[in-house]
T-cell receptor, first 117, second 112 residues
Framework: DAGVIQSPRHEVTEMGQEVTLRCKPI?????LFWYRQTMMRGLELLIY????????DSGMPEDRFSAKMPNASFSTLKIQPSEPRDSAVYFC???????????????FGAGTRLSVL | AQTVTQSQPEMSVQEAETVTLSCTYD???????LFWYKQPPSRQMILVIR??????QNATENRFSVNFQKAAKSFSLKISDSQLGDAAMYFC?????????FGQGTELSVKP
């Protein structure tokens, strides 16, 4: 299995621009998570989906952030308009009962480093 | 609210020695999962070990083991025979209702 795949690995954009981060979860997983990592706030959950349905979006900072999961193999996190304080590493993770040993384990993608100038 | 505290921002260990990273958490739940993740400079989050709260036996994975004290809400990670490749940020995490709540991390350096 290729693991959780995120794109792009790095994104540099200017303030006010729209940014879209993409994630492909591990095949067979039914839960997907978006996390943000910053020096000040550490790792924090933004939103998570179960069976493509958003379950908890209480971590989404504001209306500029939106996330979708149109099918079981793809999710996007969009920031519009972006601001310098959005600069962070954004991780996608997935989990599912593909095996008893893998139950409840979240597997992370390599992350997207976003820089908003 | 569930919180996770790692009180050691930085730790250092000599190669081949043993080091213990501390983690405490706050919860009112009785059934939950705890994890240690490793984040090397590549920034990839790698699962090191997990513990199910209802299991009294401490989890072990090769050179990695935990000391799980449920009553004290403590979950420390012991790394034996430390290797240069163990140098990384280590995050303790608590899982409940699907979500992971992370501690602030401990940066571990390994001296040759």
């Amino acid at each position: 299995d290729a693991g959780v795949i995120q794109s792009p690995r790095h994104e540099v954009t200017e303030m006010g621009q729209e940014v879209t981060l993409r994630c492909k979860p591990i095949s067979g997983h039914n839960s997907l998570f978006w996390y943000r990592q910053t020096m000040m706030r550490g790792l924090e959950l933004l939103i998570y989906f179960n069976n493509n349905v958003p379950i908890d979006d209480s971590g989404m900072p504001e209306d500029r952030f939106s996330a979708k999961m149109p099918n079981a193999s793809f999710s996007t996190l969009k920031i519009q308009p972006s601001e310098p304080r959005d600069s962070a590493v954004y991780f996608c993770a997935s989990t599912g009962r593909t095996s008893p040993l893998a139950k409840n384990i979240q597997y992370f993608g390599a992350g997207t480093r976003l820089s908003v100038l | 609210a569930q919180t996770v505290t790692q009180s050691q921002p930085e730790m250092s260990v000599q190669e081949a020695e043993t080091v213990t990273l501390s983690c405490t958490y706050d919860t009112s739940e009785s059934d939950y999962y705890l994890f240690w993740y490793k984040q090397p400079p590549s920034r990839q989050m790698i699962l090191v070990i997990r513990q199910e709260a209802y299991k009294q036996q401490n989890a072990t994975e090769n050179r990695f083991s935990v000391n799980f004290q449920k009553a004290a809400k403590s979950f420390s990670l012991k790394i034996s025979d430390s290797q240069l490749g163990d140098a990384a940020m280590y995050f303790c995490a608590y899982r409940r209702e699907g979500k992971l709540i992370f501690g602030q991390g401990t940066e571990l350096s390994v001296k040759p």
